[in-house]
């Protein structure tokens, strides 16, 4: 077989190969790699055929990943299950007295409202109500009931991302920085922990592809230049002198001569000698800095810095970004979509105590959503609120900020926030109890927003007298009730799907039913 189009194979000769392979032959070796390589770009899925021209127009999409750590439980909030409706059972499985769980008009959804005098051991009190947030996005929100594959968090949450290894275990802001990232600084930043901050399997993407770790939200953007910031540096011009004489001397060297074709010495030159320039150009060390200037606490000025065009608004609507980790969060994956410097950012929270602002309350307890094997229904119940809360308000900023000068698009209109969680809460209690403790369960269901998705939605439904949820058919939505079993690629093709990526040849399932017609 001849290789064209710059050493990729064509369509026919793809499908041929593959046809070969499934044939079991044994002597593909050498083109099932450049095959598999050649399946690595999305013009490369694009020949392989079946992706709709509309779906790919162009113009990049994005995907915000919300870490819900610890067991965010869907029947603790937009799945609620009333007294009334389970029956004999109500009194011993997690169901809410009546008035607390509120209808939200014209939708499926239900949203709770809890208020108790403390939250756990921690004398803070907890006065959540969801539904002004449900109301609000409603019909950009979509429903989707789960059963996973494990109880474990960090297995568990890479699986949320994986569809448990669902396309040669790439995770979901893989495929999205390869389908859209490839022009962007940095197409996925990732200040999520555990599982969540992990990368995938599949070595052979690109290496843009994998998340660019981020460990401090705030203070991130000032390592984004390599002398400005610094006291009496040298000029601009002396210093690329200096970087361009240390580049030949390097590649001159024993050792630049000896591994000059190892993969790893050729990323980090491409790193350092082309990344870096293009990253200091943008002037992302400003542009991306929250911090304000205020001398002497933070004298940016005298460094020769300055706070972001947008950093006073973001202050604003997240005062804690300093103490907050999500706050922060929050408002750097704001930033890096605003200025195009990624198509995927992933933040959330970590089972680290966080304390806010000036009033000293707790912002984020022990163990995140897990605080829930302390206190079940306050712990969900803060942990909604805090989730939500961030949510909201990084849909009113993607909202209020153009995509570009001529369509007229908000970034909020091509922007997927997929609302991710390892597992739900088991769903027995003591009799009427208010207050008590819950463990990991497969059985659970993920909330999604973007005006992409089919909104309003519920995919799948709830069994009343088991408060267990049942599944779905991916392509058509119809409701099964007597399927439990896993559907961890459903969720991730759904995803993919909304967002337009093209998944020829990935083997997943059909996920037509995720997106808005």
């Known amino acids: 077989m001849s290789l064209r189009n710059n050493g990729r ?11 070969l392979c499934a044939a079991g032959s044994a002597t593909l070796g050498p083109l099932l790699t450049g095959c598999r390589d ?18 790919l127009d162009g113009k990049p999409r994005f995907l915000i990943v919300v870490g819900a750590a610890g067991g965010a439980s869907i029947v603790d909030s937009l799945l609620a299950v009333r007294a009334s409706e389970a029956g004999a059972n109500a009194s011993r499985l997690n169901t809410f007295a009546d008035a607390q769980v509120q209808n939200v008009e ?46 474990n968090h960090v297995i568990a949450q890479k699986r949320s991302l994986t569809g448990n290894a669902a396309w040669r275990g790439r995770t979901l802001q ?50 984004l230049d390599g002398s400005k910031g610094i ?56 542009r991306l800095n929250v911090l304000p200037d205020q001398p002497p606490k933070t004298p940016l000025s005298e460094y020769g810095l300055s706070s972001s065009p947008d950093g006073e608004r973001l202050r604003a609507l997240f005062p804690d970004y300093l103490t907050d980790p999500v706050q922060g969060q929050a408002a750097l994956a704001f930033l890096l979509l605003k200025y195009r410097v990624s198509v ?15 009033n000293g309350l707790i912002a984020n307890p022990p163990l995140a959503f897990d605080f829930s094997h ?31 000068e001529t369509s007229g698009e908000s970034l909020w209109d091509r922007t997927l926030i997929y609302v991710a969680t390892e597992f739900g809460r088991t769903r027995s209690r003591p009799n009427d109890a208010t207050e008590f403790s819950s463990g990991h369960e497969l059985n659970n269901g993920v909330v999604m927003l973007s005006p992409m998705l089919k909104g309003n939605t519920v995919l799948g439904g709830m069994d009343p007298l088991t408060t267990l949820t049942y599944g779905f058919d991916p392509r058509t ?37 995720f997106v808005r017609t």
């Not at 499926?108 to 803070?124: C, D």
């Not at 759904?494 to 399932?509: D, E």
């Open 231 to 286: 006291k009496d540096a040298p000029p601009r011009d002396v210093v690329e002198l200096a970087r361009s004489t240390r580049n030949r001397l390097d590649s001159r060297s024993v050792f630049g001569r000896t591994f000059e074709n190892a993969a790893a010495l050729q990323r980090w030159n491409e790193q350092r000698i082309v990344g870096q320039p293009a990253l200091e150009a943008k002037e992302l060390i400003n």
């Open 344 to 358: 995927t950012v992933t933040l959330g929270p970590s089972f680290n105590v966080a304390v806010g602002g000036q």
């Open 174 to 223: 893989e495929c999205v920085a390869l389908q859209y990232g490839a022009s962007f600084p940095i197409p996925n930043v990732n200040m999520a922990m555990g599982g969540y901050s992990e990368r995938g399997t599949d070595h052979s993407l690109p290496s843009y592809c994998y998340g660019e770790v981020v460990s401090n939200a705030s203070l991130w953007p000032l390592g």
């Open 38 to 55: 050649a399946l690595n770009t999305p013009e490369a899925l694009e020949r392989l055929g079946g992706l709709r021209r509309d779906r």
């Open 477 to 513: 939505g119809a409701p099964e009730p007597g399927k439990v079993t896993s559907n961890e690629p459903d969720i991730f093709s759904g995803v993919l799907t909304a967002l337009g990526v093209n998944t020829s040849g990935s083997g997943l399932p059909d996920a037509s039913a």
């Open 106 to 151: 014209g939708s499926p959804f239900r949203a709770v409202k809890v208020n108790s005098a403390r939250l756990g051991n921690i004398p803070q009190p907890v006065n959540t109500d969801q539904l002004p947030f449900v109301s609000k996005h409603k019909d950009s929100m979509l429903v989707a009931t789960t059963v996973g594959t494990s109880v």
């Open 9 to 19: 194979l064509s369509r026919r000769e793809i499908l041929k190969a593959l046809s």
């Open 374 to 404: 302390t206190e079940h229904r306050a712990g969900q119940a803060f942990m909604w609120a805090r989730v939500m809360g961030v949510v909201d308000k990084l849909i009113e900023l993607l909202k209020a900020e153009p995509f570009d």
